[in-house]
Nanobody
Framework: VQLVESGGGLVQPGGSLRLSCTASGLDLDYYAIGWFRQDPGKEREGVSCISSSDGSTYYADSAKGRFTLSRDTAKNTVYLQMNSLKPEDTGVYYC?????????????????????????WGRGTLVTVSS
């Protein structure tokens, strides 16, 4: 079982990136999926989460209006489209697959203890927003 993130890179402020989270060995449709950002020395913070049941989404305040989360069932992939990027969006982005039934808001607000119970994590992709 593997989650693989891709799409990170260096982009100027105001630019866009699309992150992908592709699964092998598991069907993402049965999992809520979240994107979490981690800065050095800090805990992972939820950026956006999507449910497994009804496709509902949640965005952190920092992501609202700029990021869009979506699923492609045929490709077993979840995408995070990030527009109007800001320097504060810089960090390592991890995708997580969780089957515990949290609401999307609760998933994105998981405590460090709860994060430890996530079923699967990817290895992360680095996003750097800088001029």
């Amino acid at each position: 079982v593997q989650l693989v993130e891709s799409g990170g890179g260096l982009v100027q402020p105001g630019g866009s990136l699309r992150l992908s989270c592709t699964a092998s060995g598991l069907d993402l449709d049965y999992y809520a999926i979240g994107w979490f950002r981690q800065d050095p020395g800090k805990e992972r913070e939820g950026v956006s989460c999507i449910s497994s049941s009804d496709g509902s989404t949640y965005y952190a305040d920092s992501a609202k209006g700029r990021f869009t989360l979506s699923r492609d069932t045929a490709k077993n992939t979840v995408y995070l489209q990030m527009n109007s990027l800001k320097p504060e969006d810089t960090g390592v982005y991890y995708c997580a697959a969780d089957s515990r039934g949290y609401t999307v808001q609760a998933m994105c607000a998981m405590t460090p203890y709860q994060l430890g119970g996530v079923d699967y994590w990817g290895r992360g992709t680095l996003v750097t927003v800088s001029s």
